[in-house]
Each structure stands twice: as structure tokens, then as C-alpha cells.
């Protein structure tokens, strides 16, 4: 059909020598973290490291799982994933039940509820972390999950979502509800939620990558190596003064910190780019 | 827009609100005065007490070199990020639209740099670029171009640039995509009817019909840059040397936390709340005129 446009021939194979060029270099950053962590230290400390794989895979993996360097890498995967599904459920049980309140009920103060949830759009832990961390510690929630994951979910992102999508929801469903005689907690759970399970899982997605790459809050408020998330306990493995880092597990677990994440956006690749763009809207 | 069809109450709506406006209140509200009155005092060098001293700690800001100066290392950073990540991005995209078949094989290869952590993205480009063992390096060496971004400012800015737009270029790659496949082929194919050569078609049709997507990711990018990055100047370059990738978002979180000077942390604060107030107006300004189209 576009022919008309580019006819096949030179221009089609330099489109396709272009992207693989750009893939290779986009790629190229992974390619050398996975092979650093298939090599001994050796290999590396004595540049030019090699640039195909080595025989070191298990050896690298298992030290890094079950050792690490100041904690397992293992319970640094399971912190991570604590706090990015409490991140997630959080955000979305929260948003769900504010949502569904802003949506289906008249009350007074509710444009004031409105504008308070709303004014949290868009501000990032990263602006309030003094008062915020004193908060925290405050409540004795230093290396603790509740810690990590409750100043997280308070943002607005998604109840402004579930609200525009609860605005889509046909009025006859609530009328129906309601000649049946279901109560306003009827109607929720078993036509609402289920209705939105899309919304759900889209959004399932963006902020499990956002509560897994989350770098600045567990830095904080986790000083108890133990309690570390993968993606800050890296940069603690760096030795401080001059000795020489453990690149192999260092990149070894550099790997493990990617893979959940891009499972998820490879494995749910609709939802996730449903996702992003919904909740850039 | 509101609903026609409402249920009845006041205890049940206010009961399913109160875990949003409580987490709300605690976590970010009272954080956020707390930042605005911390902001108008400086605590004496024991810790035991604050001295209110008014607009002082942002007269003593906006007097500091080095404050002013991370002003505009911020600007540097976030502009070359911005133009660095859109650029190779909208590149990679136009190259894609071309293809008939085959380029939702070139985006699956293309997405998944997003889901690299900021921080992690910043431990892989720090080992590629390390002044002792890195690989880069050693080619650079080779080449005879001695590499340091631990002693060269500039160097070390070029590192968390690229570092930083790299995951970047996914997320653009993604909306320029789709803007560009949104933009239908008749009218493209009418301007090479004409005659129009690609560079032609691009410049007067496709660019101006793309304006939306690119202004768009314009402001998402500089708030990324602004607010998202602190990962990867931790991990290379901990915001040396000599302060030469100080970002703003970095300096509230040295000087709060590794100072311990919460009045100019505070005060730092409170000034990044505005920006992002200005920033998210302008989002909303967007989002107002895509309505409208």
C-alpha cells in the first residue's frame, strides 16, 4: 500500500540497517553487564574484558543469590518485591475505593476531597524527603515494608484514572443495581471492579515497574542491609576508598534487578503501553 | 462531568475515602508544610533549637554560588537529556514508520530499556566507563583519548547524560510511534504524488501534525530529568566532581541528608515544589488544548 511512498530496494534495507544499528547500541549496555557476569574478576580487572560469555554463570549467580556482598541478593529480590506489590495493590485498592466514592455519591466536602487527592498529582517523593523520612521515624517505620511502601501510594495518579474511567461506566448499570435493590457495596464489587479490570491490570503494571525502580526512599530508610531493595542495595556493594569492587556479582546482580521489570513489559507488553499512555492522559 | 445515577450516604463515601485522604495527610501534606515551616528557620549547631529567620534561608540561597550554580547544571542536564533521549528517539521512529511490516518487532526490541531502573541503568554505564577496568575506556585509550569522568566535569556530565537519556529513549521511542503511525498515509501519499522527497514530507506535514506527541513528551521528559535521575547521579557520579552535576533534586537530598542542614534543605524543597507547580500548569495547559483539537 505505501509503495507509492518508498519503493522496496536500497532505501527499505538502510530503514532496517538504521534500527539494528540503534537496537545493538541500545542493547549493548546489557550485553556487557551479562557477560561481566558470566566471567571471573580476572577477566575483568585486565582490560579489555572479553565481549562473548564465559563459564562463570552459576558460580557468579549463586554468590550473588546466596551471599552477595552485605546481604543476600536473594532477600534483596523478595524486599523488591514486597514493596513493589504493596506499591501496586496499595495505590490501586485505594484509588478504587476513593474513586468509586468521588464518582457515586454526594457529600458534603466532596470537591474539597477532590482537590486535596488532586493537588498530589505529580509531586515526587524526591521533593519532600526531609519532613517525610522525619515522618517515618517518627513512627518507628525505618526497615520496615510499611516503611517503603506507604509514603509511596499516596499520589493521585490513579484515582484521577479510575475517576475518568468510572465517568464511562454507563448510568443504566448503577439504575439496574439499584431497582434490584444491590447496595452501593453490591454494585462495586461485582459490576464495577470486575468492569475494570483492564484499567486495573494496565495500571498493575506501570506502577509495579514504579515501586521494583524506586532508588531515593529505600536509600533512606533502609539502613538495616537486610531490609535493602535490589536496585539500591547495588551501589552498596561498591567497596568506598580504593578497593577493588566484585564486578562479577556486582553485574550478576544488575541482571537479576532487570529481569521482574522486563518480564513484566515484554510478557504484558499491551497492557503495559496501555498503561503508560493512560496514565500520562 | 458528573453522574445522574448517585447512591445515598455521607458515612459510607467518607469511610471508603479515608485510607486515600489519610495517607494523603500524613505523608504528604503534613510533609509538605512541615518542608514550608522548616523552610523559614535555621537550627543552631547543636540541634537543639531553630531560630526563625524569615526569607533567610532563601536569601542565603539564591545568594550561594553554588545553589545558583546547580540552577543551571540542572538546566544543562535536563535540556541535554531532553534533546539527546527525544532525539534518537523520534530517529528510531521515523526509521520504524517507514517499514510495512516488522516494526512491532523493532518496538518489543526497542521498550524494554524503560523498565531498567534509573540507578541500575547508572551502574552499567558507570561499568562500561569506569577509569580503570571499564571497556569503553580501554578502546577510548587505545584511540589515545584519555577518559576520566572522575576528574573532568564535563566528561562526567556527558556520562549521567547518556546514561540517563538512555531508558528514555524507549519511552519516547513509544508515543513518537504512535503519533507517527496516527497520522494518516492518504495525506503522505498525496505529497509524494506531488512529487514531495521524504525530508520534504517530513518538514512541512509530518513534523507540524506531530507538534502535540513532541510537546507532550517535551515537558514529561524535563520533569523526568528534573525528578527521576537522582539514581543515576548517585551511582556515577555521587554529584562531582566539584559539584559539576549537582542537580537540584540531588543538592536537597546532599545537603539534608549527608549536611544535615534542613533550613537551605527545606528552603530547597519548597523551591522544587514550585517548579513542579509550574511544570504540572503547563501539562494541564496541554492537556486543555489536545481537548479542544
Redesign the interface.
Do not use: C
Given at each position: 500500500?505505501?509503495?507509492?511512498?518508498?519503493r522496496r530496494g536500497v532505501?527499505h534495507w538502510l530503514?532496517?540497517a538504521?534500527?539494528i544499528l540503534?537496537?545493538l547500541v541500545?542493547?549493548f549496555?546489557?550485553w556487557?553487564?551479562f557477560v561481566?557476569s558470566t566471567v571471573s574478576q580476572q577477566d575483568?580487572?585486565r582490560?579489555?574484558?572479553p565481549?562473548l560469555p564465559g563459564d562463570q554463570f552459576y558460580e557468579n549467580y549463586r554468590r550473588a543469590l546466596v551471599a552477595g556482598v552485605n546481604a543476600p541478593v536473594a532477600w534483596m529480590l523478595f524486599n523488591s518485591m514486597v514493596m513493589a506489590m504493596g506499591i501496586a495493590i496499595g495505590k490501586i485498592?485505594?484509588?478504587l475505593?476513593?474513586a468509586?466514592?468521588?464518582?457515586?455519591?454526594?457529600?458534603?466536602g466532596?470537591m474539597l476531597?477532590f482537590w486535596?487527592?488532586f493537588l498530589?498529582?505529580?509531586?515526587?517523593v524526591?521533593?519532600?524527603?526531609?519532613?517525610?523520612?522525619?515522618?517515618i521515624a517518627g513512627f518507628g517505620m525505618l526497615n520496615s515494608y510499611t516503611g517503603l511502601i506507604?509514603?509511596l501510594?499516596?499520589s493521585?495518579t490513579a484515582?484521577f484514572l479510575f475517576r475518568q474511567f468510572f465517568?464511562t461506566v454507563p448510568?443504566e448499570l448503577?439504575?439496574a443495581a439499584?431497582v434490584d435493590g444491590a447496595?452501593?457495596?453490591r454494585?462495586f464489587v461485582d459490576i464495577l471492579v470486575p468492569m475494570s479490570r483492564t484499567n486495573i491490570a494496565a495500571l498493575f503494571v506501570i506502577l509495579f515497574?514504579y515501586g521494583?525502580?524506586?532508588?531515593?526512599w529505600p536509600?533512606?530508610i533502609t539502613t538495616d542491609p537486610s531490609m535493602n531493595t535490589i536496585?539500591?542495595g547495588?551501589?552498596q556493594m561498591f567497596p568506598s576508598g580504593d578497593d577493588l569492587a566484585d564486578?562479577p556479582v556486582?553485574?550478576a546482580t544488575?541482571i537479576l534487578?532487570?529481569l521482574p521489570?522486563?518480564i513484566?513489559?515484554?510478557g504484558m507488553?499491551k497492557l503495559?503501553?496501555r498503561g503508560?499512555?493512560d496514565s500520562?492522559? | 462531568m458528573e453522574k445522574r445515577v448517585t447512591f445515598k450516604g455521607i458515612w459510607l463515601p467518607l469511610l471508603l475515602l479515608a485510607p486515600q485522604v489519610l495517607v494523603t495527610a500524613v505523608f504528604f501534606f503534613y510533609p509538605a508544610g512541615q518542608a514550608i515551616w522548616q523552610s523559614l528557620f535555621i537550627p543552631d549547631p547543636f540541634g537543639l533549637s531553630m531560630q526563625f529567620v524569615g526569607l533567610g534561608n532563601f536569601e542565603y540561597l539564591f545568594g550561594n554560588r553554588f545553589y545558583r550554580a546547580s540552577f543551571v547544571t540542572t538546566a544543562i542536564f535536563s535540556v541535554s537529556v531532553t534533546v539527546v533521549s527525544m532525539g534518537i528517539a523520534l530517529y528510531l521512529a521515523v526509521l520504524a514508520d517507514r517499514l510495512i511490516k516488522g516494526s512491532g518487532t523493532y518496538r518489543t526490541l526497542l521498550i524494554w530499556p524503560y523498565a531498567v531502573a534509573p540507578a541500575v541503568a547508572g551502574v552499567l554505564w558507570l561499568f562500561m566507563f569506569n577509569t580503570r577496568i571499564g571497556v569503553v575506556t580501554w578502546y577510548l585509550g587505545q584511540l589515545g583519548y584519555d577518559w576520566n569522568h572522575v576528574l573532568n566535569e564535563a566528561e562526567a556530565m556527558g556520562l549521567v547524560v547518556v546514561a540517563s537519556s538512555w531508558g528514555r529513549i524507549s519511552y519516547n521511542f513509544l508515543f513518537f510511534l504512535a503519533g507517527l503511525q496516527a497520522i494518516p498515509r492518504s495525506v503522505i501519499e498525496a505529497a509524494a504524488i506531488d512529487g514531495a522527497r521524504f525530508w520534504t514530507r517530513f518538514r512541512t506535514i509530518v513534523w507540524p501534525l506531530l507538534s502535540p506527541v513532541t510537546f507532550f513528551l517535551l515537558v514529561v521528559n524535563i520533569v523526568y530529568a528534573f525528578f527521576e535521575t537522582f539514581g543515576v547521579i548517585h551511582t556515577i557520579t555521587g554529584g562531582g566532581p566539584q559539584q559539576a552535576t549537582t542537580i537540584l533534586v540531588y543538592k536537597v537530598y546532599a545537603d539534608g541528608f549527608v549536611g544535615q542542614d534542613l533550613g537551605s534543605s527545606a528552603a530547597q524543597s519548597v523551591i522544587l515544589l514550585f517548579v513542579v507547580g509550574i511544570l504540572t500548569v503547563i501539562q494541564f495547559k496541554y492537556i486543555e488544548r489536545k481537548v479542544h483539537y
Amino acid at each position: 500500500m505505501s509503495g507509492m511512498v518508498e519503493r522496496r530496494g536500497v532505501s527499505h534495507w538502510l530503514t532496517h540497517a538504521g534500527l539494528i544499528l540503534g537496537v545493538l547500541v541500545i542493547f549493548f549496555p546489557i550485553w556487557l553487564a551479562f557477560v561481566a557476569s558470566t566471567v571471573s574478576q580476572q577477566d575483568i580487572v585486565r582490560p579489555p574484558m572479553p565481549l562473548l560469555p564465559g563459564d562463570q554463570f552459576y558460580e557468579n549467580y549463586r554468590r550473588a543469590l546466596v551471599a552477595g556482598v552485605n546481604a543476600p541478593v536473594a532477600w534483596m529480590l523478595f524486599n523488591s518485591m514486597v514493596m513493589a506489590m504493596g506499591i501496586a495493590i496499595g495505590k490501586i485498592v485505594i484509588s478504587l475505593l476513593s474513586a468509586f466514592a468521588i464518582v457515586y455519591f454526594r457529600f458534603p466536602g466532596r470537591m474539597l476531597f477532590f482537590w486535596l487527592i488532586f493537588l498530589t498529582l505529580m509531586l515526587p517523593v524526591e521533593v519532600r524527603i526531609v519532613p517525610t523520612y522525619e515522618v517515618i521515624a517518627g513512627f518507628g517505620m525505618l526497615n520496615s515494608y510499611t516503611g517503603l511502601i506507604l509514603p509511596l501510594i499516596a499520589s493521585a495518579t490513579a484515582t484521577f484514572l479510575f475517576r475518568q474511567f468510572f465517568l464511562t461506566v454507563p448510568d443504566e448499570l448503577a439504575e439496574a443495581a439499584r431497582v434490584d435493590g444491590a447496595g452501593p457495596m453490591r454494585f462495586f464489587v461485582d459490576i464495577l471492579v470486575p468492569m475494570s479490570r483492564t484499567n486495573i491490570a494496565a495500571l498493575f503494571v506501570i506502577l509495579f515497574i514504579y515501586g521494583w525502580n524506586q532508588y531515593l526512599w529505600p536509600l533512606l530508610i533502609t539502613t538495616d542491609p537486610s531490609m535493602n531493595t535490589i536496585v539500591m542495595g547495588i551501589r552498596q556493594m561498591f567497596p568506598s576508598g580504593d578497593d577493588l569492587a566484585d564486578w562479577p556479582v556486582i553485574m550478576a546482580t544488575s541482571i537479576l534487578a532487570m529481569l521482574p521489570p522486563v518480564i513484566v513489559v515484554i510478557g504484558m507488553q499491551k497492557l503495559f503501553i496501555r498503561g503508560l499512555v493512560d496514565s500520562e492522559k | 462531568m458528573e453522574k445522574r445515577v448517585t447512591f445515598k450516604g455521607i458515612w459510607l463515601p467518607l469511610l471508603l475515602l479515608a485510607p486515600q485522604v489519610l495517607v494523603t495527610a500524613v505523608f504528604f501534606f503534613y510533609p509538605a508544610g512541615q518542608a514550608i515551616w522548616q523552610s523559614l528557620f535555621i537550627p543552631d549547631p547543636f540541634g537543639l533549637s531553630m531560630q526563625f529567620v524569615g526569607l533567610g534561608n532563601f536569601e542565603y540561597l539564591f545568594g550561594n554560588r553554588f545553589y545558583r550554580a546547580s540552577f543551571v547544571t540542572t538546566a544543562i542536564f535536563s535540556v541535554s537529556v531532553t534533546v539527546v533521549s527525544m532525539g534518537i528517539a523520534l530517529y528510531l521512529a521515523v526509521l520504524a514508520d517507514r517499514l510495512i511490516k516488522g516494526s512491532g518487532t523493532y518496538r518489543t526490541l526497542l521498550i524494554w530499556p524503560y523498565a531498567v531502573a534509573p540507578a541500575v541503568a547508572g551502574v552499567l554505564w558507570l561499568f562500561m566507563f569506569n577509569t580503570r577496568i571499564g571497556v569503553v575506556t580501554w578502546y577510548l585509550g587505545q584511540l589515545g583519548y584519555d577518559w576520566n569522568h572522575v576528574l573532568n566535569e564535563a566528561e562526567a556530565m556527558g556520562l549521567v547524560v547518556v546514561a540517563s537519556s538512555w531508558g528514555r529513549i524507549s519511552y519516547n521511542f513509544l508515543f513518537f510511534l504512535a503519533g507517527l503511525q496516527a497520522i494518516p498515509r492518504s495525506v503522505i501519499e498525496a505529497a509524494a504524488i506531488d512529487g514531495a522527497r521524504f525530508w520534504t514530507r517530513f518538514r512541512t506535514i509530518v513534523w507540524p501534525l506531530l507538534s502535540p506527541v513532541t510537546f507532550f513528551l517535551l515537558v514529561v521528559n524535563i520533569v523526568y530529568a528534573f525528578f527521576e535521575t537522582f539514581g543515576v547521579i548517585h551511582t556515577i557520579t555521587g554529584g562531582g566532581p566539584q559539584q559539576a552535576t549537582t542537580i537540584l533534586v540531588y543538592k536537597v537530598y546532599a545537603d539534608g541528608f549527608v549536611g544535615q542542614d534542613l533550613g537551605s534543605s527545606a528552603a530547597q524543597s519548597v523551591i522544587l515544589l514550585f517548579v513542579v507547580g509550574i511544570l504540572t500548569v503547563i501539562q494541564f495547559k496541554y492537556i486543555e488544548r489536545k481537548v479542544h483539537y
